[in-house]
């Protein structure tokens, strides 16, 4: 494993701030592929910080082992947020920017405009295939998912099905995908998978382990190790769903939610999912049902709501008749 | 007349109510004006107060001289959680508000205050949003505009500010009021004076009295005896702006202002050391130009923007005979 520091500045406090990723070369000769595991662009989301220790603590077990199964190369940016990872929050401190709002175009300005820079650059001249890994916000929890916009599906598809995670979400494209770093980066051809798991300042350990699994599969699938560790299992293939097929329960009434059932739990249609209530008068302002059948990938978290918050989300078992 | 746009209960307490002023017919030519996208940038404010009081003023009589002819509303505040805490973002989903447009009708508090505005904004001719520089920034006082084609410099040049700058392509532009506004095809401006969580009172005056002749140029605003005034504009493309970085880390002293001409050379300040209080670096202006947006915090790490000139040699200047 060769560490490198991609780009650094220096604090007026004394110390410098500095992005490190770890390479793993293919063991002779020009790698297969190169494949780019990335977290930490918000700075409150840690699952993706525990996935990257557990491949690097993997890969280099497999370096000292048996090097001659690295037939590509990987690349691990494990924190690239330091600032905003060392503060707790999602965004980068004392500016409040946004890291994944300012991939693509944009003018190099500011110290975290020119940090995003570097490191989409870096990802597109080194990499064959992204994993962009994320936790949802302080709101929302989430099964493993990998979410693809539906303009790059025919290729990402093939591919995120080799990870094993619960759910697939081909969903429509949207402005605020725009400045992303998933976006721009499949926008110039480097295919990258966008993950979204659990909830921001914690680590859910079992969905972590499903993740490990599925990545050293696709390092597998797409050649970068020739073989796999005995001790990763197979997993059931992921559950693909289309816009249609994902149905959502948002609030009607500002209060407080409960919910009365567990994430990745099944659900059927119209079975109550939680309740909205008022806290001051001690009434049950609305009873929340399922969206429909099926499996409950999004769970509200975070119990304070307005009317319009979404409070879950169902990957339908049949989608419906348009 | 002061209308209620947006009624939503809080979770715990009273309702959210966002209002809008308005003044003249129904269907007129309406000019729409934004502030409080952000919860510290009082300058918008502050003009937004005054200038209802103005039109207000005109509508009971008490400016005889002056008739309401077109449709003029203004929305003084549009992030009202931010404002309850003074700062930029609201705290609960960190989301900055001129990232979010065009909102949904139905969905988070944040993207349904940001639908209310555009659903309530869509029909106008023109629109202007009232703006500071970034967080620790000062701008001098411009008018910026997206596409600024020729009639639109036109327009600008009624504002009354001298400075006359493009918005710069991003990837994120897309999220923000004036675009939004842009692919609706209203004419929109953003007139940035000063900086956040500061009141600067001669800033006011300028903004104030420039909205106020762009009225009367456009026909909002009828004056009985003031006639329009015709002023200068200089006008500068995005790809003709020069950011100043710095090369050291540490307290960055100003010995520049905002709104001053510089030569190639002219000193923009120092960075000195913060422990020893020695110099490490001189800040030269790599350039001549104007002084648009200065550094206000005085910690600086290596590679800090620290001002923006905009290049005199490219400068394109509308003159009040144009």
Not at chain 1, 69 to 88: C, K, R
Not at chain 2, 283 to 301: F, I, N, Q, W
Request: glycine residues 8%; hydrophobic residues 40%; proline residues 6%.
């Amino acid at each position: 494993m060769k560490t490198q520091t991609l780009f650094s500045c220096a604090s007026p406090l004394g110390s410098s701030l500095k992005i490190v990723k770890q390479i793993f070369s293919a063991h002779r000769g020009k790698p297969v592929q190169r494949v780019s595991f990335v977290s930490g662009l918000h700075g409150d989301e840690l699952e993706g910080l525990y996935l990257c220790h557990r491949l690097i603590h993997a890969l280099r077990q497999i370096q000292e082992t048996q090097p001659e199964a690295f037939q590509g190369e990987v690349h691990i940016y494990p924190a690239v947020n330091p600032p905003a990872l060392n503060n707790g929050t999602r965004l980068w401190p004392v500016y409040g920017s946004d890291m994944n709002r300012m991939m693509g175009p944009h003018p190099r300005t500011s110290i975290p405009v020119q940090w995003s820079q570097e490191i989409f650059e870096n990802l597109k001249e080194s990499s064959d295939l992204v994993v962009d890994i994320h936790a949802s916000n302080l709101h929302l929890k989430e099964l493993p998912q990998i979410r693809i916009i539906e303009e790059f599906s025919e290729e990402l598809l093939p591919l995120a099905l080799q990870t094993h995670t619960d759910i697939i979400w081909i969903h429509p494209m949207a402005g605020v995908f725009e400045s992303t770093l998933g976006y721009n980066l499949n926008k110039l051809n480097v295919p990258t998978l966008v993950v979204e798991t659990g909830i921001c300042l914690r680590i859910e350990p079992d969905f972590v382990d499903r993740l490990f699994h599925g990545m050293m599969h696709l390092l597998h699938h797409q050649g970068v190790l020739a073989s796999l560790p005995s001790d990763i299992p197979s997993a059931p293939s992921p559950q693909v769903v289309y816009p249609r097929g994902v149905a959502q329960a948002s609030a009607k009434h500002s209060g407080l939610f409960v919910n009365r059932v567990a994430l990745g739990q099944r659900v059927g249609e119209d079975e109550i999912i939680g309740q909205v209530l008022d806290p001051v008068e001690g009434i049950v302002l609305e009873e929340v049902t399922a969206p429909g059948n099926g499996l409950l990938f999004t769970l509200r978290e975070q119990p304070a709501v307005h009317s319009g918050t979404l409070l879950a989300r169902v990957a339908l078992d049949r989608e419906p008749k348009p | 007349m002061k209308e209620e746009i947006l009624n939503i209960p809080t979770p715990f307490g009273e309702p959210l109510i966002l209002y809008k002023n308005r003044w003249g017919p129904e269907n007129g030519d309406t000019l729409s004006i934004v502030s409080g996208l952000q919860g510290d940038r009082l300058n918008g404010l502050m003009v937004a107060s005054r200038l209802s009081r103005f039109l207000n003023d005109i509508e009971e009589g008490k400016e005889s001289s002056s008739q309401i002819q077109g449709t003029i509303q203004i929305f003084p505040v549009v992030n009202y959680k931010a404002w309850e805490t003074g700062n930029p973002v609201w705290n609960f989903d960190s989301q900055d508000v001129d990232l979010t447009f065009p909102g949904m009708e139905v969905g988070e508090l944040t993207e349904t205050v940001c639908n209310t505005v555009i659903r309530h904004t869509a029909e106008s001719v023109y629109g202007i949003i009232l703006q500071t520089g970034e967080k620790h920034y000062e701008d001098a006082p411009h008018v910026k505009l997206i596409d600024p084609n020729r009639k639109r410099r036109n327009l600008a040049r009624r504002l009354g500010l001298h400075i006359g700058r493009e918005v710069a392509e991003s990837s994120s532009l897309v999220l923000n009021l004036a675009k939004q506004w842009d692919l609706m095809g209203l004419h929109s401006f953003i007139l940035s004076a000063g900086k956040p969580q500061t009141y600067h009172p001669h800033y006011c005056d300028l903004l104030l009295d420039g909205i106020v002749n762009f009225m009367k140029a456009e026909g909002l605003l009828l004056h009985n005896s003031e006639k329009v005034s015709q002023r200068e504009m200089a006008f500068f493309d995005a790809h003709n702006e020069c950011p100043v970085l710095t090369r050291k880390a540490g307290l960055f002293y100003p010995e520049s202002a905002i709104g001053t001409a510089m030569e190639k050379g002219d000193k923009l300040g120092e960075v000195r050391d913060l422990y020893e209080g020695v110099v490490l670096e001189e800040v030269l202006a790599p350039e001549e130009g104007y002084v648009v947006t200065l550094r206000d915090h005085p910690m600086v790490h290596e590679k800090e923007l620290v001002a923006v000139l905009l290049r005199e040699k490219n400068q394109r200047w509308f003159w009040p005979f144009g």
